[in-house]
């Protein structure tokens, strides 16, 4: 709903993660509804401080009056990247892809360097935070492995996006085979960046040339009777919500219809008898922090359901607090602050049930909460893929 | 793709819907919750208004309008209802002090003592009688608290304020998260010198853990001290309805947030699922028996058009007192407009009347006749409906 069904009622305020931090953020509620009142087509945004917004979207599935809250805010955030030159370290992570990509052909040399000293003052210069280790790059990417994997009557292609094909190809390749143990034909095709990143640093016509590209290659697939499974929530909501919404690509619906979250999808197949899942005993404790944006696909905890089947397990389900790290966002010096103050808050939560690992289906939430907390973060596949390994 | 089909799926998030869902995720079956925002609890005291007629908030009972909610639960059903929620509450961070039979007041934002039955643990020493002097301790610009207002024309209040470098009852909150910044509050409290009696805050001592910040602050100045709630955002409501959810959530339940129902599934007068409204493909949500606790006007359970007003999920039939022009009192400010009596009316099994669904029940501020703001009655009624409809579902599923 449009910003008139706003009724003030501050609901969003409260769950505003950047809000709670950052008194020069006016929160969702002004920044929203309230200012676009005020923006006009042709006139120059002056309101610099929507770019303080993370994107969790927290505030939007809050709203009791559904009002698209991060929506308003994110095509103001676009506006104003329109019209202002935007800092270098925003077309930098406005294409992740191709420098994840770099970064993995040299993966032996830039994993080195990006811990250097001296790269982290030229970092620092172009206006990114050093003070949480840069994710690290794998050669062995997942597009350098197996494609094709398992038969079966249920086919699905796999969405990896960038984390897992480039920082965590073993977690890819994890999925990749429990799907095919499943009965599941597995296929992975050369694909883009989902284009969030772009998105999120301003930079509308690359995450549409992405998402073009994406949405091309996934139709085709989907034409032929595979769904499109996802396992990076981010990249998930992206598929979902933004292919048919702001970046309206001609496929969107299409490809939006018939993607699924991976533990969705596993947890279906369980549920309706095509699959059994005998998971062994794990005997640990573990924090599951929910992913902000896993919350906004609205589709529940699908990985939470799964999770209790594993005996021995103890899960203590995390969904009050936004890792702060938010993507590329906590990457950038100005937001260092909201995202370290962010990180504590959350690793605090966490440390107070005396847990022994974290679990996140995001990587950019594990990259965080583990740095803060001290603990091992791992995905929820890693956990299932690990119970079924056990005789 | 067919989830697993729920014993019982709530509608609607707020304290009538927890209150069905925690009292049957612990009964074992397996439940979950749909709601399309968070709940008006949210923005209220947290502190939980049953009757404010009598002393004793059974007693108005009997002086209530003949369709009100509250005669199909019983005193005995109300008490039991209240006594759940306390039990609920006991094992989280933020219990509750007082018993369904006696209302209390407690020390308003504005000054006024507001009348009400159980509150949170970090209220239970609010003002009473007997306090000769209470001292208020703001924060420098925080908005929805001024408590001048509280101060005006009384001469046993007077306030100091502390700058926290932040002026929202959200980041002031956040800050008393971190045992840092307490050092220092607290410190600066104790050089203050206070005269003797009770201290007293907004509503912002921490989120999580309200009641160890209160009683770490209370031990180190030598005070007794308590919480007064704000004007909304409101911290307290926010922790009663966090707590909730997590609660629910701790107890096996599901939640599916931030979606509106797009479509309803019968067959017969049975409703077999509800889809929610998503980019795509909607999520189809199948369950045995469904509760329907949307809430009324403010949270869009209920929805008014020019001449009628409709219900937003299955479009039942409402109860609407008469047309537009008997809505509303000439003076705004005055309680009891005609409206508030709108709603949906249930029979004694919580089953709406007119319709053909077998297994739906309907409970909280979307119920006909309730008047909510006349009575004084809001999460008190939330939570005795939604326990009896609760009770009434699982009878209906054994
Ligand atoms: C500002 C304010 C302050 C208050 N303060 C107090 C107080 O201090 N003490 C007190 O006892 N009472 C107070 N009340 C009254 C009390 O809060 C409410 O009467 C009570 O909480 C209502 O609970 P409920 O569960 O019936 O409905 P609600 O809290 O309204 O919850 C309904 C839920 O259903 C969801 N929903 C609505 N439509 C749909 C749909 N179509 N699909 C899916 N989900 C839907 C909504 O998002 C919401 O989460 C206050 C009320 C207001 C407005
Ligand atoms: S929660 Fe929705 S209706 Fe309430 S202030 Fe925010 S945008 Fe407006
Ligand atoms: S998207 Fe997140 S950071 Fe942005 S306004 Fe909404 S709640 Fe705040």
Known sequence: MSFEHCVRCTVCVENCPVFKVEPLFPGPKQAGPDAQRFRLDGEKSVDQWVRLCSQCKRCEVSCPNDVEVSEIILNAQLKYSREHLSPFSSHLFANTYYISGLGSLAAPVFNRVSSWGISKGVMSLLGIATSLPFPSFRFLTLQRGWKRRGRGARKVVFFHGCFLNFNRPDIGRGIRDLLASLGVQVIIPKQSCCGLPALGNGDLDMARKYAQQNAAT??????????????????????????????????????????????????????????????????????????????????????????????????????????????????????????????QLASSAIREREVEAIVSDCGACRMQLSHYTGLPAFDPSELIVESMKKP | MTPLTYDVVVIGGGMAGFTSALYLTGQGYKVAIISKGDPVCCLSTGCIDVLSSDKNPLDGIPGLSRDHPYHLVGKKGITDALNFFKRIMQDTPIPYSGTPRKNRTILTPIGTAKTTCLVPMTMAGSETESDTYIHVISFKGLKDFFPSYITSGRRNIRFSLYDAGTSSTIGIATLFEDKSFRREFISWIQNLELPHGKVAFPAVLGIRNPLKILTEISDQIGREIFEIPTLPPSIPGLRLFRTLKSSFIKSGGDNYWGKVIASVESQGDQIEAVTLKSPGRPSRVPGKAFILSTGSFVSGGLYATRNTVKETVFDLPVFVPGTRKDWFKEDFFQAGHAIETAGIKVDSSFRPVNTRFGNLFVSGSILSHAEIMKNHCGHGLAIATGFRAAKICEEFLS
């Not at chain 1, 993607?259 to 549920?271: A, G, K, M, R, W």
């Not at chain 1, 702060?324 to 990457?331: N, Q, V």
């Open chain 1, 218 to 343: 996934l139709a085709r697939y989907i034409d032929k009777g595979h769904d499109v499974v996802y396992a990076c929530t981010s990249c998930g909501l992206t598929l979902v919500r933004d292919y048919p919404g702001v970046l309206d690509i001609t496929l969107g619906e299409k490809i939006s219809e018939n993607t699924y979250n991976v533990h969705e999808y596993l947890l279906s197949l369980i549920e309706n008898g095509y699959t059994e899942l005998a998971p062994a005993q794990v005997n640990m404790t573990i924090a599951y922090h929910i992913p902000c944006h896993l919350r906004a696909l609205g589709i529940g905890y699908p990985a939470a359901r799964i999770l209790e089947r594993i005996p021995g397990l103890t899960c203590h389900l995390m969904e009050d607090n936004c890792c702060g790290l938010s993507g590329s966002y906590g990457f950038k010096k100005k937001n260092q602050g909201i995202s370290r103050k962010l990180g």
